[in-house]
Protein backbone atom coordinates (compact mmCIF):
# COMPACT_ATOMS: atom_id res chain seq x y z
CA UNK A 1 0.00 0.00 0.00
CA UNK A 2 3.07 2.09 -0.38
CA UNK A 3 4.17 2.16 3.24
CA UNK A 4 7.33 3.44 4.47
CA UNK A 5 9.77 3.11 7.06
CA UNK A 6 7.77 5.04 10.19
CA UNK A 7 4.28 4.85 8.84
CA UNK A 8 2.61 3.09 11.82
CA UNK A 9 0.23 0.57 9.73
CA UNK A 10 -2.48 -2.20 10.79
CA UNK A 11 -1.62 -5.80 9.70
CA UNK A 12 -3.65 -8.55 8.81
CA UNK A 13 -1.34 -11.86 10.07
CA UNK A 14 -1.33 -14.67 6.80
CA UNK A 15 1.05 -16.83 9.10
CA UNK A 16 1.52 -16.85 12.80
CA UNK A 17 5.27 -18.60 11.98
CA UNK A 18 6.64 -21.69 12.85
CA UNK A 19 9.91 -22.00 15.07
CA UNK A 20 12.66 -20.64 12.38
CA UNK A 21 9.68 -18.70 10.06
CA UNK A 22 8.52 -15.29 11.97
CA UNK A 23 5.14 -14.20 11.28
CA UNK A 24 4.19 -12.81 7.87
CA UNK A 25 1.12 -10.59 7.56
CA UNK A 26 -0.70 -8.21 4.79
CA UNK A 27 -0.64 -4.32 5.55
CA UNK A 28 -4.31 -3.24 5.17
CA UNK A 29 -4.59 0.36 6.03
CA UNK A 30 -1.68 3.06 6.79
CA UNK A 31 -2.99 4.86 9.96
CA UNK A 32 -0.33 7.74 9.86
CA UNK A 33 3.12 8.31 9.91
CA UNK A 34 5.43 7.91 13.70
CA UNK A 35 5.54 11.99 13.79
CA UNK A 36 1.76 12.85 12.62
CA UNK A 37 -0.37 14.77 14.47
CA UNK A 38 -3.05 11.99 15.93
CA UNK A 39 -1.66 8.86 14.33
CA UNK A 40 -0.64 7.84 18.28
CA UNK A 41 -4.29 8.13 19.26
CA UNK A 42 -5.67 6.32 16.19
CA UNK A 43 -2.71 3.55 17.12
CA UNK A 44 -4.73 3.22 20.53
CA UNK A 45 -8.31 2.94 18.37
CA UNK A 46 -7.20 0.40 16.47
CA UNK A 47 -5.15 -1.50 19.15
CA UNK A 48 -8.45 -1.97 20.94
CA UNK A 49 -10.47 -2.31 17.90
CA UNK A 50 -12.41 0.25 18.85
CA UNK A 51 -15.51 1.06 16.79
CA UNK A 52 -14.72 4.74 15.21
CA UNK A 53 -17.75 4.56 12.67
CA UNK A 54 -21.77 3.69 13.26
CA UNK A 55 -23.34 1.41 10.61
CA UNK A 56 -25.89 3.55 8.85
CA UNK A 57 -29.00 1.72 10.15
CA UNK A 58 -28.06 2.84 13.75
CA UNK A 59 -27.55 6.33 11.97
CA UNK A 60 -30.72 6.10 10.28
CA UNK A 61 -32.27 4.83 13.42
CA UNK A 62 -31.14 7.53 15.54
CA UNK A 63 -32.49 10.24 13.12
CA UNK A 64 -35.91 8.49 13.37
CA UNK A 65 -36.31 8.44 16.82
CA UNK A 66 -34.01 11.96 17.49
CA UNK A 67 -36.89 14.25 17.68
CA UNK A 68 -37.44 17.46 19.34
CA UNK A 69 -40.05 16.27 22.31
CA UNK A 70 -43.59 16.42 21.39
CA UNK A 71 -46.67 17.01 24.01
CA UNK A 72 -47.41 13.21 22.79
CA UNK A 73 -43.68 12.47 24.62
CA UNK A 74 -44.46 14.44 27.32
CA UNK A 75 -47.96 12.17 27.90
CA UNK A 76 -48.40 10.47 31.09
CA UNK A 77 -45.06 12.19 32.23
CA UNK A 78 -44.78 14.44 35.64
CA UNK A 79 -44.01 17.61 34.32
CA UNK A 80 -41.31 19.54 36.16
CA UNK A 81 -40.52 22.00 33.21
CA UNK A 82 -41.52 24.77 35.64
CA UNK A 83 -38.90 23.79 38.35
CA UNK A 84 -35.65 25.87 38.36
CA UNK A 85 -32.62 23.47 37.84
CA UNK A 86 -29.14 23.71 36.41
CA UNK A 87 -26.57 21.27 34.70
CA UNK A 88 -23.13 20.97 36.30
CA UNK A 89 -20.23 19.83 34.72
CA UNK A 90 -16.99 20.31 33.52
CA UNK A 91 -16.32 23.45 31.11
CA UNK A 92 -15.51 20.79 28.21
CA UNK A 93 -18.03 18.03 28.83
CA UNK A 94 -20.00 17.46 25.64
CA UNK A 95 -23.10 15.54 26.59
CA UNK A 96 -24.65 16.63 29.93
CA UNK A 97 -26.30 13.61 31.70
CA UNK A 98 -27.60 14.72 34.58
CA UNK A 99 -29.22 18.06 36.12
CA UNK A 100 -30.00 18.97 39.45
CA UNK A 101 -32.72 21.13 41.58
CA UNK A 102 -33.12 22.32 45.47
CA UNK A 103 -36.14 23.93 47.13
CA UNK A 104 -36.71 24.14 50.77
CA UNK A 105 -39.94 22.78 52.32
CA UNK A 106 -40.06 24.17 55.98
CA UNK A 107 -36.86 22.62 57.64
CA UNK A 108 -36.58 19.80 54.85
CA UNK A 109 -34.65 20.52 51.38
CA UNK A 110 -37.04 18.87 48.26
CA UNK A 111 -33.58 17.44 45.85
CA UNK A 112 -34.06 16.62 42.55
CA UNK A 113 -31.92 14.35 40.60
CA UNK A 114 -33.25 14.23 36.87
CA UNK A 115 -31.58 11.69 34.31
CA UNK A 116 -31.40 11.95 30.57
CA UNK A 117 -34.30 8.95 29.79
CA UNK A 118 -31.85 7.00 26.72
CA UNK A 119 -34.12 4.15 27.66
CA UNK A 120 -36.66 6.18 25.61
CA UNK A 121 -34.63 6.65 22.71
CA UNK A 122 -33.23 2.90 22.44
CA UNK A 123 -35.73 0.26 22.39
CA UNK A 124 -34.70 -2.85 23.44
CA UNK A 125 -33.39 -5.58 20.41
CA UNK A 126 -33.14 -1.88 17.99
CA UNK A 127 -30.20 -1.54 16.43
CA UNK A 128 -29.22 1.16 18.51
CA UNK A 129 -29.67 -1.12 21.31
CA UNK A 130 -27.27 -3.78 19.59
CA UNK A 131 -24.79 -1.09 18.84
CA UNK A 132 -24.79 0.46 22.51
CA UNK A 133 -24.47 -3.37 23.60
CA UNK A 134 -21.59 -4.01 21.18
CA UNK A 135 -19.43 -1.04 22.33
CA UNK A 136 -20.65 -1.03 26.40
CA UNK A 137 -19.25 2.40 26.91
CA UNK A 138 -18.31 5.80 25.40
CA UNK A 139 -14.34 5.97 25.14
CA UNK A 140 -12.82 8.69 26.53
CA UNK A 141 -9.30 9.31 25.00
CA UNK A 142 -7.20 12.06 25.18
CA UNK A 143 -8.26 14.53 22.22
CA UNK A 144 -11.83 13.01 21.43
CA UNK A 145 -14.54 10.91 22.81
CA UNK A 146 -15.69 7.23 20.60
CA UNK A 147 -19.54 7.43 21.65
CA UNK A 148 -21.66 4.87 22.48
CA UNK A 149 -24.50 6.20 21.12
CA UNK A 150 -24.50 8.55 17.49
CA UNK A 151 -24.29 11.94 18.22
CA UNK A 152 -27.53 12.54 16.99
CA UNK A 153 -28.99 11.20 20.28
CA UNK A 154 -25.69 11.02 22.91
CA UNK A 155 -24.79 15.15 22.22
CA UNK A 156 -28.53 16.15 20.99
CA UNK A 157 -32.06 14.83 22.53
CA UNK A 158 -30.04 12.91 24.84
CA UNK A 159 -27.86 15.71 26.59
CA UNK A 160 -29.92 17.94 28.92
CA UNK A 161 -28.84 21.05 27.01
CA UNK A 162 -30.23 24.19 28.58
CA UNK A 163 -33.20 25.44 27.35
CA UNK A 164 -34.63 22.69 25.80
CA UNK A 165 -37.56 20.44 26.78
CA UNK A 166 -35.74 17.03 27.53
CA UNK A 167 -37.36 13.40 28.94
CA UNK A 168 -35.95 12.40 32.12
CA UNK A 169 -36.12 10.10 34.93
CA UNK A 170 -36.03 12.11 38.21
CA UNK A 171 -35.46 11.03 41.91
CA UNK A 172 -37.46 13.32 44.17
CA UNK A 173 -35.96 13.62 47.61
CA UNK A 174 -37.31 15.24 50.89
CA UNK A 175 -33.94 15.26 53.08
CA UNK A 176 -34.24 16.45 56.98
CA UNK A 177 -31.73 18.79 58.66
CA UNK A 178 -29.94 15.21 59.85
CA UNK A 179 -29.59 14.10 56.11
CA UNK A 180 -31.97 11.46 56.35
CA UNK A 181 -34.27 10.89 53.17
CA UNK A 182 -37.90 10.88 54.83
CA UNK A 183 -39.98 10.97 51.75
CA UNK A 184 -38.80 10.33 47.84
CA UNK A 185 -40.97 9.60 44.13
CA UNK A 186 -39.12 8.29 41.41
CA UNK A 187 -40.52 9.31 38.48
CA UNK A 188 -40.61 9.30 34.43
CA UNK A 189 -40.53 13.30 33.96
CA UNK A 190 -40.21 16.21 31.86
CA UNK A 191 -37.85 19.18 32.08
CA UNK A 192 -36.09 21.93 30.87
CA UNK A 193 -32.82 23.27 32.23
CA UNK A 194 -32.69 26.86 32.97
CA UNK A 195 -28.26 26.89 32.65
CA UNK A 196 -25.56 25.27 32.07
CA UNK A 197 -23.35 25.30 34.96
CA UNK A 198 -19.49 24.47 35.54
CA UNK A 199 -17.93 23.43 38.44
CA UNK A 200 -15.47 26.51 38.61
CA UNK A 201 -18.63 28.89 37.91
CA UNK A 202 -20.51 27.03 40.79
CA UNK A 203 -17.46 27.26 42.57
CA UNK A 204 -17.18 31.34 42.30
CA UNK A 205 -20.51 32.18 43.35
CA UNK A 206 -19.48 29.78 46.60
CA UNK A 207 -16.75 32.06 46.83
CA UNK A 208 -18.76 35.34 46.54
CA UNK A 209 -16.64 36.79 43.86
CA UNK A 210 -18.79 39.51 42.30
CA UNK A 211 -18.90 38.83 38.50
CA UNK A 212 -20.17 35.38 39.43
CA UNK A 213 -22.73 36.35 41.83
CA UNK A 214 -23.88 39.35 39.35
CA UNK A 215 -24.25 36.74 36.20
CA UNK A 216 -25.66 34.12 38.31
CA UNK A 217 -28.09 36.23 40.24
CA UNK A 218 -31.14 34.21 40.13
CA UNK A 219 -29.43 30.75 41.06
CA UNK A 220 -27.64 32.32 43.41
CA UNK A 221 -30.37 31.01 46.48
CA UNK A 222 -30.81 27.71 45.29
CA UNK A 223 -26.54 27.26 44.64
CA UNK A 224 -26.41 28.22 48.81
CA UNK A 225 -29.13 25.43 49.51
CA UNK A 226 -27.32 23.38 47.33
CA UNK A 227 -24.40 24.06 49.43
CA UNK A 228 -25.63 23.83 52.56
CA UNK A 229 -27.80 20.23 51.88
CA UNK A 230 -24.14 19.15 50.57
CA UNK A 231 -22.46 19.66 53.78
CA UNK A 232 -25.76 17.78 55.96
CA UNK A 233 -25.19 14.99 53.66
CA UNK A 234 -21.43 14.87 54.00
CA UNK A 235 -22.16 15.04 57.49
CA UNK A 236 -24.28 12.05 57.95
CA UNK A 237 -22.20 9.66 55.72
CA UNK A 238 -19.15 10.36 57.53
CA UNK A 239 -20.71 9.68 60.90
CA UNK A 240 -22.08 6.29 58.76
CA UNK A 241 -18.13 5.29 58.30
CA UNK A 242 -17.85 6.90 54.89
CA UNK A 243 -14.06 7.44 53.99
CA UNK A 244 -13.75 10.40 51.76
CA UNK A 245 -10.59 9.22 49.16
CA UNK A 246 -9.26 12.94 47.47
CA UNK A 247 -7.18 10.91 45.19
CA UNK A 248 -6.39 13.66 42.19
CA UNK A 249 -7.44 13.08 39.24
CA UNK A 250 -5.63 14.41 36.00
CA UNK A 251 -6.31 16.20 32.68
CA UNK A 252 -3.66 16.32 29.82
CA UNK A 253 -3.82 19.38 27.71
CA UNK A 254 -2.71 19.05 24.26
CA UNK A 255 -1.69 21.96 21.57
CA UNK A 256 -3.18 21.99 18.59
CA UNK A 257 -1.13 19.17 16.88
CA UNK A 258 -2.29 16.68 19.53
CA UNK A 259 0.94 17.26 21.65
CA UNK A 260 0.75 17.06 25.39
CA UNK A 261 1.91 20.56 26.57
CA UNK A 262 1.07 19.77 30.09
CA UNK A 263 -0.95 17.18 32.80
CA UNK A 264 -2.71 18.92 35.29
CA UNK A 265 -4.76 17.83 38.16
CA UNK A 266 -8.42 18.21 38.21
CA UNK A 267 -9.54 20.51 41.02
CA UNK A 268 -12.24 19.19 43.43
CA UNK A 269 -13.90 21.81 44.44
CA UNK A 270 -17.14 22.46 46.71
CA UNK A 271 -18.87 22.37 43.76
CA UNK A 272 -17.89 18.81 42.39
CA UNK A 273 -18.39 17.35 45.92
CA UNK A 274 -22.28 19.11 45.48
CA UNK A 275 -22.62 16.84 42.69
CA UNK A 276 -21.03 13.59 43.87
CA UNK A 277 -23.19 13.88 47.28
CA UNK A 278 -26.47 14.61 45.52
CA UNK A 279 -25.37 11.26 43.02
CA UNK A 280 -24.63 9.44 46.03
CA UNK A 281 -27.47 9.75 47.82
CA UNK A 282 -30.10 9.40 44.77
CA UNK A 283 -28.16 6.22 44.03
CA UNK A 284 -29.11 4.80 47.46
CA UNK A 285 -32.14 6.17 47.28
CA UNK A 286 -33.22 4.26 44.17
CA UNK A 287 -31.25 1.28 45.38
CA UNK A 288 -33.01 1.00 48.65
CA UNK A 289 -36.72 1.40 46.96
CA UNK A 290 -36.07 -1.63 44.70
CA UNK A 291 -34.46 -3.57 47.44
CA UNK A 292 -37.69 -3.21 49.42
CA UNK A 293 -39.59 -4.19 46.37
CA UNK A 294 -37.89 -7.36 46.12
CA UNK A 295 -37.38 -6.68 42.37
CA UNK A 296 -34.21 -7.52 40.64
CA UNK A 297 -31.54 -5.03 40.23
CA UNK A 298 -28.28 -4.11 39.54
CA UNK A 299 -25.92 -3.43 41.94
CA UNK A 300 -22.05 -2.47 42.51
CA UNK A 301 -21.11 -4.33 45.64
CA UNK A 302 -17.81 -3.83 47.62
CA UNK A 303 -17.40 -7.48 49.08
CA UNK A 304 -16.34 -7.88 52.15
CA UNK A 305 -12.53 -7.34 52.87
CA UNK A 306 -10.49 -10.74 52.97
CA UNK A 307 -9.59 -11.43 57.35
CA UNK A 308 -5.60 -11.81 55.92
CA UNK A 309 -5.39 -7.69 54.55
CA UNK A 310 -7.47 -6.63 57.18
CA UNK A 311 -5.10 -7.83 59.35
CA UNK A 312 -2.00 -6.82 57.75
CA UNK A 313 -3.88 -2.93 57.30
CA UNK A 314 -4.25 -2.99 60.72
CA UNK A 315 -0.54 -4.02 61.74
CA UNK A 316 0.48 -1.45 59.25
CA UNK A 317 -2.03 1.65 60.71
CA UNK A 318 -1.17 0.66 64.38
CA UNK A 319 2.41 1.33 63.52
CA UNK A 320 0.77 5.33 62.90
CA UNK A 321 -0.72 5.01 66.06
Not at 10 to 23: A, D, F, N
Not at 263 to 278: G, H, S
Not at 280 to 293: D, I, P, S
Request: proline share 4%.
Amino acid sequence: MGAVTGHKVVVELTSYGEQHMKPEGKIVEIIGHINDPGTDILSIVKDYDLPTEFPEKVLNQAVRVGKDVSEADCAGRKDLREWQMVTIDGEDAKDLDDAVSVTKDGDCYILGVHIADVSNYVQERSALDQEALKRGTSVYLADRVIPMLPHKLSNGICSLNAGQDRLALSCIMKVDRSGDVVDHEIAETVIKVDKRMSYNGVSKILESDPQALEENKEFVPMIGQMKELSDIIRKSREKRGSIDFDFPETKIKLDENGKPTEIVPYDRNPATKIIEDFMLLANETVAEEYFWRELPFLYRTHEVPDEEKIKQLSTFINNFG
